[in-house]
């Protein structure tokens, strides 16, 4: 049998065991009642009436009883369309599907289900709710913190579950910026006051004193003060390098004055130890004053001055090749007018000089390595020919031809190095490297052809020695020349009466000017006869 037929047959069973309940106490009750009726002495018409009576009141209060159940079914119905009416809007608020409850329920059954589903429901409320309002009070102080504007409203009246945790993603960046850029500032702080220290200076602003003076949780860490942070770090930190290369010009030209002053070393370690306990701004304007004042000891001295700076002028002049003839262009050099216009004269001419040796220091060093490398290899050539060197006592000899034929292997790098150094130098410039006032790369190849003939005049001399011996001993066997000895004879007779004449150049080295570049120099390396 079906479950609902089941309910129904119980249902029936029920009942009428209640309608033979209510039967058997009402038979029992009028019972009583006519006892009662039989005692007071009532008649049967009485006895009628009050059994209509009865049976009116019973109607009456189970009329009554079915208007009250039926009342409460009403109430009941009507809660459960509000409770449902809520639990639409929750649902919608909390953007949630709606609940559906089981179709079978009876009307209590479904009243508090819904009434468990919603007391649920408005308990998510009211934490999604909590968990807003206190979100919302951490990103208004990151973002006062940072000036970042907060994230925007739920759409509705509750947050959901997206939104909340978008407005946890937001707190989060906030966060992570605020720690950063006050890991920025508290660093940047630091090394401005350091600096503002080591410049014995103080905040000039109302920004720079915010930074410096107020507490890290205070400062406003919003871009444009992050910004204006970062600037005037950048302005202290210019500052300090400005200084820095004031205070190292400064002290060059105090030193440079203290030379020529012919200062005590003790003064002068004195006045410097003086610095290290000062700010920078304290150390420029001490090194200012002194220099002020050894300025006007050089007025009271400018002859030694300017004979001084004639010194210095000369060992430029060598430094950087400078020829005799523009050596002698420098008239003020033998003035002995010996004025504040002369002095200045001096200085930048020596300044001029500075200037280009420091600009072609490369190639400057690489000339005079090279006129050294030179030197040492005829010095060699000489040695070479002097017989006393074979007694190569104490292994000397063997020394010397190692140094040799390193120095052989150095010379041609240097003069590739140097053509290619002068070659870059003359394109950019649009002239000549001059050395000693003339060309360096016609220069180097004179040197070649000169090492080139004199090597070719000794050859011709060996050859011409040995032609005598052969003549000689012709001579004594009385025995005729050939055809080519008697040519041989008669060349070498011609070389006697007229010797080659070798052509002189200057192979001291000196500076450099220069005019077009040209097409440079392609030189032998030099070859070693056996003597």
């Known amino acids: 049998m079906p479950p609902d037929q089941l309910n129904s047959t119980d249902s029936d069973q029920n009942l009428d065991v209640m309608v033979d309940q209510v039967v058997e106490i009402f038979r029992r009750g009028m019972n009583q009642l006519h006892d009662v009726w039989q005692d007071i002495g009532l008649s049967k018409d009485q006895c009628v009436d009050r059994e209509v009576a009865v049976v009116n009141h019973i109607g009456m209060l189970i009329s009554e009883m079915v208007t009250e159940e039926k009342d409460t079914r009403r109430k009941l119905t009507q809660n459960i369309e509000n409770v449902t009416k809520d639990l639409i809007q929750i649902s919608k608020d909390l953007c949630i599907p709606l609940y559906s409850p089981n179709g079978d329920l009876t009307l ?30 951490e990103e208004e102080i990151l973002s006062q913190r940072i000036c970042c504007p907060t994230h925007p409203q739920p759409a509705g009246p509750i947050p959901t579950e997206n939104e909340l945790k978008e407005l946890e993603s937001n707190i989060d960046y906030l966060r992570s910026e605020t720690n950063k850029r006050k890991q920025i500032f508290v660093q940047s702080k630091k090394e401005i006051i350091a600096m503002l220290v080591t410049m014995d200076s103080t905040p000039n602003s109302q920004f720079a004193r915010e ?64 610095l290290k ?59 002995t007018n010996y004025t504040e216009e002369l002095l200045e004269t001096h200085e930048r001419e020596v300044a001029r000089l500075q200037d280009y040796y420091n600009e072609n220091r490369d190639m400057i060093t690489k000339v005079s390595r090279r006129e050294g490398v030179w030197k040492k290899m005829l010095e060699f050539e000489v040695k ?28 041609p790098k240097l003069d590739k190095d140097l053509e290619h150094l002068v070659k870059q130098w003359e394109l950019e410039h649009g002239r000549d490297f001059i050395v000693n006032g003339k060309s360096y790369l016609q220069y180097v190849q004179q040197l070649w052809d000169v090492y080139n003939m004199e090597k070719e005049n000794e050859r011709l001399n060996r050859q011409r020695a040995k032609l005598e011996k052969v003549d000689d001993k012709v001579l004594n066997r009385s025995k005729p020349l050939s055809a080519a000895q008697q040519a041989t004879k008669r060349h070498l007779q011609s070389s006697r009466q007229s010797p080659m004449k070798m052509r002189k150049i200057d192979v001291t080295v000196s500076p450099m000017k220069t005019r077009a570049p040209h097409s440079g120099i392609t030189v032998r390396t030099p070859t070693h006869s056996k003597h």
């Not at 003060?225 to 005037?232: C, F, R, S, T």
């Open 211 to 274: 930074v410096v003076c107020e507490d890290d949780d205070v400062f406003v860490l919003s871009s444009d003060n992050m910004l204006a942070l970062k600037d005037y770090k950048l302005h202290l930190e210019q500052v300090m390098e400005e200084t820095d290369k004031k205070i190292k010009t400064l002290t060059d030209k105090l030193q440079l004055l203290w030379e020529r002053l012919n200062t005590e070393e003790g003064v002068q370690q004195e006045f410097l130890q003086k």
């Open 384 to 411: 070479a020919r002097n017989p006393s060197r074979l007694d190569n006592r104490g292994g000397k000899l063997l020394l010397e031809e190692k140094e040799r034929k390193s120095l052989t292997k150095e010379l």
């Open 277 to 335: 306990s000062v700010g920078k701004t304290t150390v420029v304007n001490l090194l200012e004053r002194e220099i002020t004042q050894c300025q006007m000891l050089k007025q009271q001295n400018i002859g030694r001055f300017v004979e001084k700076l004639r010194e210095e002028l000369v060992s430029w002049q060598d430094r950087c090749y400078i020829s005799h003839e523009e050596r002698q262009s420098f008239t003020a050099f033998s003035s």
């Open 108 to 137: 209590l059954e479904l009243e508090k289900d819904l009434l468990r589903v919603i007391s649920g429901l408005k308990e998510e409320k009211d934490q999604r709710l909590d968990a807003l309002r206190k979100l919302q009070e």
